[in-house]
């Protein structure tokens, strides 16, 4: 089985640290950005096969980011969840409308960001 690349794109040191250790036991790749604009920059650079991107961000939002990524080859065709604290109502659809594949609301289970992963990673 190959090894799948997912890019992590959020400003909170802690909870990358979640992801990292959620993942480490798993077949994957992971690279991680703290800002939207590096973010973008590694998922043009090294394609992931799935992007979890942060809503709120420094120097480019993840929505702006998620937009950017979605309009764009070649990395249009890169599934996004977009992750956030801020589940205001109305903030699934504005992420759905940014192009985003799937929405997860802080704080969530590791369980569950796990099945949502292999949504899009079948046989991770």
Same mark, same amino acid.
């Given at each position: 089985m190959s090894?799948?690349?997912?890019l992590?794109?959020?400003?909170?040191?802690y909870?990358r640290?979640?992801?990292?250790?959620?993942? $480490?036991r $798993?077949?994957?790749?992971?690279?991680e950005?703290?800002?939207?604009?590096?973010?973008?920059?590694?998922?043009q650079?090294?394609?992931?096969?799935?992007i979890l991107?942060d809503?709120?961000?420094?120097k480019? @939002?993840?929505?702006?980011a998620?937009?950017?990524l979605?309009t764009?080859?070649?990395?249009?065709?890169?599934?996004?969840?977009v992750?956030t604290s801020?589940a205001?109502s109305?903030?699934?659809?504005?992420?759905i409308q940014?192009?985003? @594949? $799937?929405?997860l609301?802080?704080?969530y @289970?590791? @369980?569950e960001l796990l099945?949502m992963?292999k949504?899009?990673?079948?046989?991770l």
């Open positions: 090894e799948h690349t997912i992590y794109v959020e400003d909170n040191e909870n640290k979640i992801v990292r250790q959620l993942l $480490s $798993s077949a994957c790749k992971l690279l950005a703290a800002d939207g604009e590096t973010g973008v920059a590694l998922a650079q090294h394609l992931p096969d799935l991107m809503v709120q961000l420094p480019m @939002s993840g929505l702006d998620t937009k950017l979605t764009e080859e070649p990395t249009r065709h890169i599934p996004i969840i992750i801020y205001l109305g903030d699934r659809e504005k992420a940014a192009g985003a @594949s $799937s929405y609301a802080k704080p @289970s590791p @369980s099945a992963v949504q899009f990673l079948p046989g």
